[in-house]
Protein backbone atom coordinates (compact mmCIF):
# COMPACT_ATOMS: atom_id res chain seq x y z
CA UNK A 1 0.00 0.00 0.00
CA UNK A 2 2.03 3.53 -0.80
CA UNK A 3 2.55 5.66 1.65
CA UNK A 4 1.80 9.88 1.18
CA UNK A 5 4.45 12.07 2.40
CA UNK A 6 2.94 15.10 4.86
CA UNK A 7 3.46 18.78 3.33
CA UNK A 8 5.53 20.30 5.68
CA UNK A 9 6.17 23.58 3.62
CA UNK A 10 6.07 25.92 6.98
CA UNK A 11 8.21 28.78 6.37
CA UNK A 12 9.51 30.56 9.82
CA UNK A 13 7.58 31.13 12.81
CA UNK A 14 4.43 32.74 12.90
CA UNK A 15 3.93 36.61 14.27
CA UNK A 16 4.90 37.12 17.67
CA UNK A 17 1.44 36.18 19.91
CA UNK A 18 -0.92 39.12 21.22
CA UNK A 19 -1.60 38.43 25.49
CA UNK A 20 -4.93 38.74 25.48
CA UNK A 21 -5.73 37.83 22.12
CA UNK A 22 -7.15 34.34 20.92
CA UNK A 23 -4.03 32.96 18.63
CA UNK A 24 -5.88 32.20 15.33
CA UNK A 25 -4.94 31.73 12.27
CA UNK A 26 -7.42 32.17 8.89
CA UNK A 27 -6.63 31.46 5.17
CA UNK A 28 -5.46 34.08 2.44
CA UNK A 29 -6.38 33.99 -1.17
CA UNK A 30 -3.55 34.63 -3.81
CA UNK A 31 -3.36 36.54 -6.71
CA UNK A 32 -4.05 33.29 -8.71
CA UNK A 33 -7.58 33.77 -7.68
CA UNK A 34 -10.08 32.81 -10.75
CA UNK A 35 -12.82 34.63 -8.98
CA UNK A 36 -14.99 31.87 -9.65
CA UNK A 37 -16.67 31.98 -6.14
CA UNK A 38 -16.41 28.42 -5.58
CA UNK A 39 -14.78 29.39 -2.22
CA UNK A 40 -17.38 31.57 -1.17
CA UNK A 41 -20.18 29.18 -1.76
CA UNK A 42 -18.72 26.21 0.56
CA UNK A 43 -17.51 28.82 3.24
CA UNK A 44 -19.65 27.85 6.31
CA UNK A 45 -19.39 31.38 7.68
CA UNK A 46 -19.88 33.59 4.98
CA UNK A 47 -15.79 34.75 5.56
CA UNK A 48 -14.89 34.67 1.89
CA UNK A 49 -16.51 37.37 -0.26
CA UNK A 50 -15.41 39.08 -3.84
CA UNK A 51 -12.63 41.81 -3.87
CA UNK A 52 -10.44 43.70 -5.92
CA UNK A 53 -9.45 40.82 -8.60
CA UNK A 54 -9.88 38.36 -6.17
CA UNK A 55 -11.53 37.06 -3.36
CA UNK A 56 -10.92 37.83 0.10
CA UNK A 57 -10.79 36.16 3.16
CA UNK A 58 -12.19 38.15 6.05
CA UNK A 59 -10.01 37.22 9.21
CA UNK A 60 -12.72 38.02 12.17
CA UNK A 61 -14.90 35.14 10.13
CA UNK A 62 -12.82 32.38 9.16
CA UNK A 63 -12.51 29.47 11.64
CA UNK A 64 -9.68 28.42 9.68
CA UNK A 65 -11.39 25.04 8.81
CA UNK A 66 -9.56 24.89 5.22
CA UNK A 67 -12.33 24.24 3.18
CA UNK A 68 -11.49 26.51 0.88
CA UNK A 69 -7.89 25.41 0.10
CA UNK A 70 -10.05 22.12 -0.75
CA UNK A 71 -12.48 23.59 -2.96
CA UNK A 72 -10.10 26.10 -5.14
CA UNK A 73 -9.55 24.58 -8.37
CA UNK A 74 -6.44 26.37 -8.81
CA UNK A 75 -4.81 26.59 -5.29
CA UNK A 76 -5.16 29.65 -4.60
CA UNK A 77 -6.75 29.71 -1.29
CA UNK A 78 -3.90 28.89 1.04
CA UNK A 79 -3.04 28.41 5.07
CA UNK A 80 -0.34 31.23 5.95
CA UNK A 81 3.16 29.86 5.81
CA UNK A 82 4.31 29.92 9.25
CA UNK A 83 5.01 28.13 11.85
CA UNK A 84 3.91 28.38 15.79
CA UNK A 85 7.33 27.05 18.04
CA UNK A 86 6.77 24.95 21.40
CA UNK A 87 8.71 25.40 24.52
CA UNK A 88 11.92 23.39 24.24
CA UNK A 89 11.22 20.27 26.36
CA UNK A 90 15.01 21.18 28.25
CA UNK A 91 13.44 24.73 28.93
CA UNK A 92 10.18 24.20 30.90
CA UNK A 93 10.74 24.65 34.59
CA UNK A 94 9.51 21.33 36.29
CA UNK A 95 8.61 23.22 39.34
CA UNK A 96 5.37 24.69 37.48
CA UNK A 97 4.46 22.39 35.06
CA UNK A 98 0.75 21.36 34.93
CA UNK A 99 -1.55 18.77 32.84
CA UNK A 100 -4.74 19.98 31.67
CA UNK A 101 -6.15 16.98 29.75
CA UNK A 102 -8.80 18.90 28.57
CA UNK A 103 -13.09 19.16 28.87
CA UNK A 104 -13.90 16.35 26.48
CA UNK A 105 -11.39 13.50 28.01
CA UNK A 106 -12.23 14.19 31.06
CA UNK A 107 -15.85 13.97 30.33
CA UNK A 108 -15.71 10.72 27.45
CA UNK A 109 -12.68 8.53 29.08
CA UNK A 110 -12.92 10.02 33.02
CA UNK A 111 -10.04 7.22 33.73
CA UNK A 112 -7.40 8.39 31.37
CA UNK A 113 -6.42 11.94 32.27
CA UNK A 114 -4.84 10.37 35.72
CA UNK A 115 -2.86 7.97 33.76
CA UNK A 116 -1.36 9.91 31.57
CA UNK A 117 -0.32 11.93 34.77
CA UNK A 118 1.17 9.33 35.81
CA UNK A 119 3.37 8.87 33.22
CA UNK A 120 4.23 12.58 33.25
CA UNK A 121 5.22 12.16 36.78
CA UNK A 122 7.21 9.36 36.94
CA UNK A 123 9.45 11.22 33.97
CA UNK A 124 9.20 15.09 35.13
CA UNK A 125 8.54 15.28 38.40
CA UNK A 126 5.19 16.17 40.54
CA UNK A 127 3.31 17.88 38.02
CA UNK A 128 0.02 19.52 38.83
CA UNK A 129 -3.42 18.09 37.52
CA UNK A 130 -5.64 21.57 36.35
CA UNK A 131 -9.14 21.18 34.92
CA UNK A 132 -9.51 24.83 34.31
CA UNK A 133 -11.51 25.42 31.23
CA UNK A 134 -9.09 27.03 28.59
CA UNK A 135 -12.37 29.62 28.11
CA UNK A 136 -11.50 30.53 31.94
CA UNK A 137 -7.96 31.68 33.34
CA UNK A 138 -6.14 29.28 35.19
CA UNK A 139 -4.42 31.84 37.13
CA UNK A 140 -1.16 30.53 37.15
CA UNK A 141 2.24 31.54 38.20
CA UNK A 142 4.22 33.32 35.30
CA UNK A 143 6.28 30.75 33.71
CA UNK A 144 4.05 27.97 34.38
CA UNK A 145 3.52 25.37 31.15
CA UNK A 146 0.51 23.39 30.13
CA UNK A 147 1.09 20.13 29.01
CA UNK A 148 -1.97 19.92 26.96
CA UNK A 149 -4.03 17.06 25.00
CA UNK A 150 -6.26 19.54 23.32
CA UNK A 151 -5.60 22.04 19.95
CA UNK A 152 -8.49 24.28 21.55
CA UNK A 153 -6.58 24.48 25.04
CA UNK A 154 -3.48 24.81 23.59
CA UNK A 155 -3.93 27.77 21.33
CA UNK A 156 -6.29 29.44 23.89
CA UNK A 157 -3.78 28.89 27.08
CA UNK A 158 -0.60 30.26 25.04
CA UNK A 159 -2.31 33.13 23.92
CA UNK A 160 -4.83 34.44 26.52
CA UNK A 161 -2.99 34.03 29.30
CA UNK A 162 0.07 35.80 30.05
CA UNK A 163 3.11 34.18 31.09
CA UNK A 164 1.86 31.02 30.29
CA UNK A 165 3.64 28.14 27.85
CA UNK A 166 2.19 25.04 26.48
CA UNK A 167 3.76 22.02 24.97
CA UNK A 168 1.40 18.64 23.87
CA UNK A 169 1.16 15.05 25.97
CA UNK A 170 2.28 13.70 21.90
CA UNK A 171 5.59 16.11 22.26
CA UNK A 172 6.04 15.29 25.69
CA UNK A 173 5.73 11.46 25.06
CA UNK A 174 7.44 11.52 22.06
CA UNK A 175 10.53 12.82 24.09
CA UNK A 176 10.81 9.61 26.34
CA UNK A 177 13.18 7.49 25.60
CA UNK A 178 12.68 4.62 27.82
CA UNK A 179 8.78 4.90 27.13
CA UNK A 180 6.67 1.56 27.43
CA UNK A 181 4.47 1.77 24.71
CA UNK A 182 1.74 -0.96 23.81
CA UNK A 183 2.47 -3.13 20.70
CA UNK A 184 0.00 -2.63 17.80
CA UNK A 185 1.60 -4.57 15.01
CA UNK A 186 -0.94 -5.21 12.39
CA UNK A 187 -2.58 -1.87 12.67
CA UNK A 188 -2.70 0.69 9.90
CA UNK A 189 -4.44 3.87 10.01
CA UNK A 190 -4.39 6.90 8.31
CA UNK A 191 -4.21 10.02 10.57
CA UNK A 192 -6.63 12.86 11.17
CA UNK A 193 -4.46 16.05 12.74
CA UNK A 194 -6.41 18.29 14.07
CA UNK A 195 -7.37 21.56 12.34
CA UNK A 196 -5.96 23.66 15.40
CA UNK A 197 -2.52 22.15 15.06
CA UNK A 198 -2.30 22.68 11.58
CA UNK A 199 0.87 25.28 12.18
CA UNK A 200 2.87 22.92 14.66
CA UNK A 201 4.46 20.53 11.92
CA UNK A 202 6.63 19.14 15.47
CA UNK A 203 3.14 17.93 16.44
CA UNK A 204 2.33 16.35 13.65
CA UNK A 205 6.05 14.78 13.94
CA UNK A 206 5.54 13.81 17.61
CA UNK A 207 1.72 11.85 17.11
CA UNK A 208 3.36 9.52 13.92
CA UNK A 209 6.89 9.05 16.27
CA UNK A 210 4.65 7.45 18.83
CA UNK A 211 2.58 5.56 16.21
CA UNK A 212 6.15 4.18 14.76
CA UNK A 213 6.89 3.33 18.29
CA UNK A 214 3.58 0.88 18.48
CA UNK A 215 4.31 -0.78 15.47
CA UNK A 216 1.53 0.67 13.72
CA UNK A 217 1.50 1.22 9.61
CA UNK A 218 0.67 4.73 8.00
CA UNK A 219 -0.95 5.67 5.26
CA UNK A 220 -1.24 9.04 4.81
CA UNK A 221 -4.35 11.06 3.71
CA UNK A 222 -4.07 13.77 1.04
CA UNK A 223 -4.98 16.32 3.55
CA UNK A 224 -2.80 15.89 6.29
CA UNK A 225 -0.11 17.51 8.71
CA UNK A 226 -0.18 21.58 7.82
CA UNK A 227 -2.69 20.84 5.22
CA UNK A 228 -5.49 19.44 7.13
CA UNK A 229 -9.06 20.09 7.38
CA UNK A 230 -11.44 20.48 9.83
CA UNK A 231 -13.36 16.93 10.60
CA UNK A 232 -16.13 19.58 9.95
CA UNK A 233 -17.51 19.58 14.19
CA UNK A 234 -16.34 23.51 14.13
CA UNK A 235 -18.91 23.61 11.45
CA UNK A 236 -21.34 23.02 14.08
CA UNK A 237 -23.40 26.19 15.44
CA UNK A 238 -23.02 27.59 12.13
CA UNK A 239 -24.96 25.60 9.80
CA UNK A 240 -27.91 23.09 10.14
CA UNK A 241 -27.05 19.63 11.77
CA UNK A 242 -27.86 17.88 8.91
CA UNK A 243 -25.22 20.56 6.77
CA UNK A 244 -22.75 19.27 9.19
CA UNK A 245 -23.06 15.59 9.16
CA UNK A 246 -22.68 16.01 5.42
CA UNK A 247 -19.45 17.63 6.06
CA UNK A 248 -18.25 15.17 8.57
CA UNK A 249 -19.09 12.15 6.14
CA UNK A 250 -17.18 14.00 3.08
CA UNK A 251 -14.05 14.69 5.51
CA UNK A 252 -14.23 11.38 6.70
CA UNK A 253 -14.10 9.79 3.07
CA UNK A 254 -11.12 11.45 2.31
CA UNK A 255 -9.22 8.94 4.22
CA UNK A 256 -7.66 5.53 2.30
CA UNK A 257 -7.42 3.72 5.18
CA UNK A 258 -11.09 2.19 7.60
CA UNK A 259 -8.53 2.49 10.42
CA UNK A 260 -8.30 6.48 11.36
CA UNK A 261 -6.23 7.76 14.09
CA UNK A 262 -7.85 10.82 15.90
CA UNK A 263 -6.24 13.03 18.95
CA UNK A 264 -9.24 15.10 19.80
CA UNK A 265 -12.37 13.38 20.76
CA UNK A 266 -14.97 15.88 18.38
CA UNK A 267 -12.87 13.85 15.63
CA UNK A 268 -14.08 10.43 17.37
CA UNK A 269 -17.54 11.75 17.50
CA UNK A 270 -16.83 12.82 13.48
CA UNK A 271 -15.34 10.12 12.40
CA UNK A 272 -17.87 7.38 14.07
CA UNK A 273 -20.66 9.42 12.36
CA UNK A 274 -18.39 8.99 8.87
CA UNK A 275 -18.57 5.79 9.12
CA UNK A 276 -14.71 5.38 9.67
CA UNK A 277 -13.06 3.44 12.61
CA UNK A 278 -11.61 5.83 15.11
CA UNK A 279 -8.42 4.89 17.39
CA UNK A 280 -8.33 7.69 19.84
CA UNK A 281 -4.34 8.12 20.48
CA UNK A 282 -4.63 8.03 24.48
CA UNK A 283 -5.82 4.84 24.00
CA UNK A 284 -3.63 3.24 21.72
CA UNK A 285 -1.03 4.56 24.21
CA UNK A 286 -2.36 2.96 26.93
CA UNK A 287 -3.26 0.06 25.41
CA UNK A 288 -6.95 0.59 25.12
CA UNK A 289 -10.01 -0.66 23.20
CA UNK A 290 -11.05 1.72 19.97
CA UNK A 291 -14.39 2.81 21.49
CA UNK A 292 -16.84 5.18 19.04
CA UNK A 293 -18.57 7.72 19.82
CA UNK A 294 -22.24 7.33 19.80
CA UNK A 295 -23.67 11.23 20.67
CA UNK A 296 -25.44 13.26 18.41
CA UNK A 297 -23.73 16.34 17.69
CA UNK A 298 -26.16 18.22 20.01
CA UNK A 299 -25.46 16.17 22.56
CA UNK A 300 -21.85 16.54 22.25
CA UNK A 301 -21.49 20.07 22.34
CA UNK A 302 -24.10 20.43 25.16
CA UNK A 303 -21.82 17.73 27.70
CA UNK A 304 -18.95 20.18 26.43
CA UNK A 305 -20.53 23.76 27.16
CA UNK A 306 -22.01 21.84 30.59
CA UNK A 307 -18.12 21.16 31.58
CA UNK A 308 -17.27 24.54 30.54
CA UNK A 309 -19.77 26.71 32.68
CA UNK A 310 -18.61 24.38 35.64
CA UNK A 311 -14.83 24.65 35.59
Known sequence: MAKKKMDKKLQGPAPP???GFDDCFSYEITDDCLMCGAC???????????GDGKYVVDPDLCIDCGTCGVIC??????????????????????????FNPGCAVCIY???????????????????????????????LEEGTTIINNCAGCDRRFRSLYIGVDTITIWEVLDSIEDLELPDHSGLTVSVHDSCGFRHKPQVHEAVRSLLRKMNIEIVEAE??????????????????????????????????????????IGCVRSMTSGGKIPHYLPDLVLGREAEPM??????????????SDEH
Not at 40 to 50: G, R
Not at 246 to 252: D, L, V, W
Request: glycine share 6%; with cysteine; hydrophobic share 30%.
Open 109 to 139: KPDVPGRLLDIIREHFGDAEMDLTCCHHDPH
Open 223 to 264: HSGTTSICCGDNFYGHVPNDVVEKRIKMRADQFPCEDVVVYC
Open 17 to 19: KRP
Open 40 to 50: AKKCPVDAISP
Open 294 to 307: PDTLDEYHGKIMCY
Open 73 to 98: PVGAAVRPSTKRDTIAIEDIDKSKLV
